[in-house]
């Protein structure tokens, strides 16, 4: 048996090595046998080369290389050659040589494949990619994506490590705390009855270290929530938990655009644009429906209440008596629209929330639709120019309160955006948004909540406004009440309309903090080590925490960060490789003093 241990990769080779014997590992990628040569390409993680045995010069190879089948394991020697002319392969960057095939061993064999590993795309299953994700994973497309991750994290360490950044492990066995999502609980073997949490993500405890005096903190961290999950959510997820000390909300925002510039640079050779734009929440809500915009294309939201309010169309004019708003979007172009067009961008936006979607087409003699009876020639001529209006285009409108009309129409802006090819490909938008509300009141629970997370601070201006909204004669949630009033010192990073980044400055006084708690119904002491810890000199100090998942997936064009995962969950948290989760022993149950209930209607055994 022939020692064929590696001494080249496959797709390292080229003209400066013809001549010279290497030996290759990997596996076969395409088995071509032509009834008599047989050519092999050999697959490793750097990349393909063609193998070619010869039944007159090496018969001992080319009759084992005639029981090799796709994905078999193979050790091979040979020599490396030109290719002969016209055989060139432009495709592969080993396409100019392969090597003459001398010895060859079966390392393993593989069976047959339940999808093809060579091929760019496949058309199979997600849930059987996931089921071998061990085969799913050796594809070229889920190979660079894995590189990218790689080279994106070692390019973020790279960075924050030379800007004074010190990287910090914190603990996944921790406390339950107030941070929104349902906590994944660990029971206590030693402390029968009592409960770890698994980290939704560092935030208490990277406070802490700012209490410690560390200043610049960062961590690649594991963070892990039990909630619905969708393409861009994961029951674990890893973020890049940065904290500093003594900053302010520009010194946090100058940092984290220069680490992504320099990630961009260094990954994709990409150059982003420094300083990156700045929304405000109510001005991204107002312009686009939608707190995470995507700035690559145009189609705003133009509010036109005011000119629709005195109109005899009694849903415009009701509306905005009532107190919502009235707004609309130019489908510039799209007047040639089919009456079955607009019926599915009617029905879609009923989807979203609306109760009907008005339009209106624009042509060279004037405005044709079933609501321009309505109105007066003056009227129709003042609504074209807020819309910027030319023959041809396609005029959407939504009547109702503020939220349902952000919802509908930013939903709609992005799907027509999509449908009209308006996205550019390959370019990357950053944005922050900023002066998020404190607050969000939820009518449905009589209770005000957090708008991101409890311990962001408010606007310095603001804090007097925490003590106003308890001696208020204004109704909970209305925009007279105080609590509804105040802004944050919240911003997030948006990347091509998706939330990449969400951080804050935060509230580094206990009382503050306490009244915050106090105001959202929340009991102090589940976070008290931290109260406790401002009490004995906190510094004013704030973070963000960049979801590395997310972003990779934009960078590298995915359509889902399961694609960017490793070993990911499905829509239902389940593992579909390992089978996880699944019952335990009932030893194991005991040993915690657990016992496990059924739900309601359950079978039981």
Excluded at 119 to 147: C, G, K, W
Excluded at 215 to 220: G, I, K, N, P, V
Excluded at 261 to 273: D, I, P
Excluded at 500 to 527: C, T, W, Y
């Amino acid at each position: 048996m022939p020692d064929l241990r590696r001494d080249h990769h496959c797709g390292e080779l080229g003209t400066p090595q013809i001549g010279q014997t290497v030996t290759l590992n990997g596996w076969a990628h395409r088995v071509r046998d032509l009834g008599g040569l047989i050519f092999i390409e050999l697959r490793d993680r750097s990349g393909v080369v063609q193998v070619a045995f010869n039944p007159q010069e090496t018969p001992e190879a080319h009759a084992l290389a005639a029981q090799v089948r796709s994905e078999y394991v193979l050790g091979v020697r040979g020599v490396v050659r030109r290719r002969p002319e016209g055989t060139v392969n432009p495709n592969l960057k080993t396409g100019e040589v392969e090597v003459a095939g001398e010895a060859l061993e079966i390392l393993n064999p593989a069976k047959p494949l339940p999808f093809p590993i060579a091929d760019e795309e496949i058309h199979v299953e997600e849930s059987t990619r996931l089921r071998y994700r061990y085969l799913d994973l050796r594809r070229a497309p889920m190979q660079r994506l894995l590189e990218l991750r790689h080279q994106v994290t070692s390019a973020v360490r790279e960075f924050l490590n030379g800007e004074g950044f010190w990287e910090i492990e914190t603990p996944l066995l921790m406390k339950s705390t107030p941070e929104g999502a349902r906590d994944y609980l660990v029971p206590s073997r030693v402390n029968p009855g009592e409960f770890y949490a698994l980290p939704q993500s560092p935030q208490l405890l990277k406070q802490t270290l700012m209490v410690s005096g560390v200043e610049r903190y960062y961590q690649l961290a594991r963070c892990l929530r039990d909630e619905d999950l969708r393409a861009d959510r994961q029951p674990e997820h890893t973020q890049v938990d940065m904290e500093m000390s003594f900053v302010t909300r520009d010194d946090i925002f100058d940092v984290t655009e220069r680490l992504w510039q320099h990630v961009f640079r260094k990954t994709l050779g990409v150059e982003l644009a420094l300083p990156f734009p700045r929304l405000t929440y109510a001005e991204a809500m107002a312009r686009y429906g939608s707190d995470k915009p995507d700035l690559r294309f145009g189609l705003e939201l133009v509010d036109v209440s005011s000119l629709v309010a005195e109109t005899e169309f009694k849903v415009f004019a009701a509306t905005v008596a009532a107190g919502g708003q009235v707004k609309g979007i130019n489908a510039k172009g799209c007047g040639s629209f089919s009456r079955k067009e607009i019926d599915d961008l009617v029905e879609m936006s009923k989807e979203y929330g609306a109760k009907g979607l008005a339009y209106v087409i624009v042509e060279a003699g004037g405005l044709r639709s079933p609501i321009a009876k309505f109105f007066r020639e003056e009227q129709l001529a003042a609504l074209a120019a807020a819309m910027n209006a030319e023959p041809g285009d396609l005029l959407l409108f939504v009547a109702d309160q503020p939220e349902v009309v952000a919802n509908a129409l930013g939903r709609l802006r992005v799907h027509l955006g999509r449908q009209l090819g308006l996205i550019p490909s390959g370019e990357f938008c950053f944005l922050w948004v900023v002066d998020f509300p404190l607050f969000e009141y939820k009518p449905e629970e009589g209770r005000y909540t957090f708008m991101h997370n409890p311990v962001s601070a408010p606007h310095p201006e603001h804090l007097p406004l925490l003590e106003a909204g308890w001696h208020t004669d204004a109704a909970p949630g209305s925009p007279a009440h105080p609590w509804t009033q105040a802004l944050s010192l919240q911003y997030d990073l948006v990347l091509n309309g998706s939330e990449v980044a969400s951080g804050s400055i935060r509230n580094h006084r206990a009382e503050v903090q306490k009244q915050i708690f106090a105001i959202l119904g929340m009991d102090p002491g589940l976070a008290g080590f931290l109260l406790e810890a401002f009490e004995y000199g906190a510094p004013p100090h704030g973070g963000i925490a960049p979801g590395l998942d997310r972003i990779v997936a934009i960078m590298g064009g995915a359509d889902s960060i399961r694609d960017v995962i490793a070993f990911p969950k499905t829509a239902s948290a389940t593992d579909l490789m390992m089978g996880a989760p699944s019952p335990v022993d009932p030893k194991q149950l005991q040993e915690l003093h657990i016992r496990v209930v059924p739900p309601p209607g359950a079978k039981q055994d």
